[in-house]
């Protein structure tokens, strides 16, 4: 899921979402909006696309040749307001009651793991994850006095098999996705002299590190190319190979290269009225051995699967409902992370699930996706937002970029959780989000940009920067991000030589009125004045008057070069202009 501006319907991408449209008359006081968001439908699921002509259609799509209709009668929901963040949620609302296949995040369980600082195996270890490693870890960020209370043990620790090597265990070219799931246990690794078997080292690792919750990682088909048809242990799900078939707007705006390899390879999918006896076989064993919730990945692969099982949404909403339910069975607090989720399908069937990432992968080696992540999470958090807790995923504390992570964490309203290699970490950086016994201070909301920023594009406009807004219980943030010069929204298909970011010096503005609902914690007798605390500069300031003036530079992701600065003064102009539309597409 991207962000896209634009000022005519011809631009509206393939497999839009959600478009919010903007009329000014008079200036930004007097802008009204438009917003389009196109949902489900019996068994069919809407996307909006522009036309050639400046038109704008709207797609109405099933995944099965057998799954047919004339009319579409409540695919496109409109609303209009006067406020955009408003308008989005009281719109959420109305659909969820209209709908009933999901539910507005106010009303959903929160599970309590947001609450406390976290630590993921996955940038850490990637696949090669073993206990000896998780210990060393945990001890390291525990010795430094940032200590995790949760751990997701992500990919690597799941019993598995790629049926695709060639003589002398070589892997033919692009079968890294092949891998299949043979067993509900955990593989050798965590069976040997390292420890006895999974149910020891949860028992060690709550026991001697002071973790509350661990998490496994697993996808919703069971692993990336789903379980093994040959296995004994899969038999009792009847699994079958099938083909996914990857529809016009799944290739429109970018292509997915798991998704390629598992399209040319067949996926091993479990049979849906099998399905929920899958998960809860799967969550009663995991829960038997201590472990406390899983983070679901790969969701979005339902929508390529839809040809002979009644289309792409009755096929997630029978996988969906299945797997709410066993966590829900089998677990406490919603201990569930959804990834890889945002198909409008799973997005508009998620009942229980109150967790979702809100982008693609934090990637440590990529120099210009991390400016670019931080545009995706905090835009796609106006939609997401809604209807989950925004998961902005985890990052390293030592790290080029690791300030702007750590502050834009801060104002998420997610949880807060580092990849970092055991021993490797910036215990200055931490402990500015973390506490001394191990809890975190979440902001109320989902972070969102500010509303002069909704119609600009900090990526690539060279003159934008990203304002991200929230609130605390007794307290209003603003987060000031230079995301120009570093990264493009659409990435290269073909591999491209490195490219050095530019440092683009940005002038803006900054008031106490950017933070909607700030009347929540200031009273009715608040007369304006508003004392601002700069964190980078340790200054505070009493405003009489609305708009700062911000000049920033960006924040350059090499360890030679500053990572940012910000320079605040008084300033009196009028506000910043705005444009027309903003689109959230399905990429």
């Known amino acids: 899921m991207a962000p896209k501006t634009g000022a005519d319907a011809a631009g509206v991408p393939a497999e839009t979402q959600m478009l919010l449209l903007l009329e000014t008359k008079n200036g930004a006081e007097d802008a009204a909006y438009a917003l389009m968001l196109p949902v489900l439908e019996g068994g069919f699921r809407a996307s909006l696309q522009g036309a050639p002509e400046d038109e704008l259609q709207f797609c109405f799509e099933s995944g099965d040749p057998d799954v047919q209709t004339v009319e579409a009668v409540d695919a496109v929901f409109v609303n209009s307001g006067d406020n955009p963040f408003k308008l989005i949620k009281e719109s959420i609302k109305i659909l969820s009651k209209i709908k009933g296949t999901f539910s507005h995040i106010e009303n959903k369980e929160i599970p309590p793991i947001l609450n406390w600082f976290g630590w993921c195996t996955w940038d850490a270890f990637y696949k090669a994850v073993n206990p000896v490693g998780i210990e060393e870890g945990l001890q390291s960020l525990r010795g430094g006095g940032t200590p995790p209370r949760f751990l997701i043990i992500d990919d690597g620790w799941q019993e598995t098999v790629n049926e695709f090597k060639e003589a002398g265990g070589a892997l033919p070219e692009k079968t890294l996705f092949a891998e299949r799931l043979v067993d509900l246990k955990e593989n050798s690794k965590f069976r040997g002299e390292a420890c006895k078997n999974l149910e020891e080292?949860?028992?060690?690792?709550?026991?001697?590190?002071?973790?509350?919750?661990?998490?496994?990682?697993?996808?919703?088909?069971?692993?990336?190319?789903?379980?093994?048809?040959?296995?004994?242990?899969?038999?009792?799900?009847?699994?079958?190979?099938?083909?996914?078939?990857?529809?016009?707007?799944?290739?429109?705006?970018?292509?997915?290269?798991?998704?390629?390899?598992?399209?040319?390879?067949?996926?091993?999918?479990?049979?849906?009225?099998?399905?929920?006896?899958?998960?809860?076989?799967?969550?009663?064993?995991?829960?038997?051995?201590?472990?406390?919730g899983v983070k679901v990945d790969v969701q979005n692969v339902m929508e390529t699967l839809g040809h002979g099982f009644g289309g792409r949404v009755a096929l997630t909403q029978k996988y969906q409902r299945a797997l709410e339910e066993s966590v829900a069975q089998n677990f406490k607090g919603n201990s569930l992370i959804c990834s890889m989720s945002h198909n409008s399908d799973s997005i508009y069937s998620a009942l229980k699930s109150a967790v979702a990432r809100a982008s693609e992968d934090f990637m440590p080696h990529e120099p210009t996706l991390q400016t670019l992540h931080l545009a995706y999470v905090a835009f796609n958090s106006l939609l997401l937002g809604e209807i989950f807790v925004p998961d902005w995923d985890m990052f390293h504390s030592k790290h080029e970029s690791a300030?702007?992570?750590?502050?834009?964490?801060?104002?998420?309203?997610?949880?807060?959780?580092?990849?970092?290699?055991?021993?490797?970490?910036?215990?200055?950086?931490?402990?500015?989000?973390?506490?001394?016994?191990?809890?975190?201070?979440?902001?109320?909301?989902?972070?969102?940009?500010?509303?002069?920023?909704?119609?600009?594009?900090?990526?690539?406009?060279?003159?934008?920067?990203?304002?991200?807004?929230?609130?605390?219980?007794?307290?209003?943030?603003?987060?000031?991000?230079?995301?120009?010069?570093?990264?493009?929204?659409?990435?290269?298909?073909?591999?491209?030589?490195?490219?050095?970011?530019?440092?683009?010096?940005?002038?803006?503005?900054?008031?106490?009125?950017?933070?909607?609902?700030?009347?929540?914690?200031?009273?009715?007798?608040?007369?304006?004045?508003?004392?601002?605390?700069?964190?980078?500069?340790?200054?505070?300031?009493?405003?009489?008057?609305?708009?700062?003036?911000?000049?920033?530079?960006?924040?350059?992701?090499?360890?030679?070069?500053?990572?940012?600065?910000?320079?605040?003064?008084?300033?009196?102009?009028?506000?910043?202009?705005?444009?027309?539309?903003?689109?959230?597409?399905?990429?």
Not at 205 to 212: L, R, S
Not at 216 to 236: E, I, R
Not at 257 to 279: N, S
Not at 410 to 438: I, Q, T
């Open 201 to 292: 080292l949860v028992k060690k690792i709550k026991e001697t590190h002071g973790v509350k919750y661990v998490y496994v990682w697993h996808t919703l088909l069971g692993f990336w190319d789903g379980v093994s048809s040959t296995s004994d242990a899969m038999k009792k799900y009847n699994p079958k190979l099938v083909y996914p078939i990857q529809s016009p707007g799944n290739v429109a705006n970018l292509r997915d290269v798991a998704m390629d390899t598992l399209q040319k390879l067949g996926v091993g999918i479990i049979d849906p009225e099998k399905i929920y006896e899958f998960y809860n076989d799967q969550h009663s064993y995991l829960s038997s051995v201590g472990v406390d």
């Open 403 to 587: 300030e702007f992570h750590g502050a834009a964490r801060a104002l998420s309203g997610g949880g807060v959780y580092v990849s970092d290699k055991p021993g490797v970490h910036n215990f200055g950086v931490l402990k500015k989000l973390v506490l001394p016994d191990g809890s975190i201070l979440r902001a109320r909301y989902a972070g969102r940009p500010t509303r002069d920023c909704l119609f600009n594009d900090p990526v690539m406009d060279g003159k934008s920067l990203l304002k991200i807004w929230n609130l605390n219980d007794l307290s209003a943030v603003i987060g000031v991000f230079n995301c120009q010069g570093s990264g493009n929204w659409t990435w290269p298909e073909k591999e491209t030589s490195h490219v050095i970011p530019t440092t683009i010096n940005i002038t803006s503005y900054l008031s106490p009125s950017d933070v909607e609902s700030i009347e929540d914690i200031t009273g009715d007798d608040w007369n304006g004045e508003t004392a601002v605390y700069a964190f980078n500069s340790c200054n505070s300031l009493l405003l009489r008057t609305f708009f700062l003036f911000a000049d920033c530079i960006l924040p350059i992701i090499y360890p030679d070069r500053p990572t940012s600065y910000y320079r605040l003064s008084f300033k009196d102009s009028e506000a910043p202009k705005f444009g027309d539309f903003i689109v959230y597409n399905d990429m």
